[in-house]
Nanobody, 113 residues
Framework: QVQLVESGGGLVQPGGSLRLSCAVS????????VHWYRQAPGKQREWVAQ???????YYADSVKGRFSISRDNAKNTAYLQMNSLKPEDTGVYFC???????WGQGTQVTVSS
């Protein structure tokens, strides 16, 4: 069974940075496609970024140039580096693997002065 554990969220001022982590177990992580999603209060969950096993990345227009998705296959962990954070980046961030229905508990990111 796939298990995902997100961490690294917190309260940060606008313009600040955070790095989120997603620890993965129960699947061959090396060949997995990783996605990050987020859900703002009162809004639907939205896709943020994707990282393929070969290293190709894709980003939502709203985060392009500010966020960077990466992975460490030796640690079975995916990351989301978030820079130049804005209040509209506030929400719960989740990772997910393509082909799996499993979701983690998410990690809260709050961008506020």
């Amino acid at each position: 069974q796939v298990q995902l554990v997100e961490s690294g969220g917190g309260l940060v001022q606008p313009g600040g940075s955070l790095r989120l982590s997603c620890a993965v177990s129960g699947i061959n992580f090396k060949i997995s496609i990783v996605h990050w999603y987020r859900q703002a209060p009162g809004k639907q969950r939205e896709w943020v970024a994707q990282l393929n096993s070969g290293g190709t990345t894709y980003y939502a227009d709203s985060v392009k140039g500010r966020f960077s998705i990466s992975r460490d296959n030796a640690k079975n962990t995916a990351y989301l580096q978030m820079n130049s954070l804005k209040p509209e980046d506030t929400g719960v961030y989740f990772c997910k693997l393509a082909g799996s229905d499993s979701w983690g508990q998410g990690t809260q990111v709050t961008v506020s002065s």
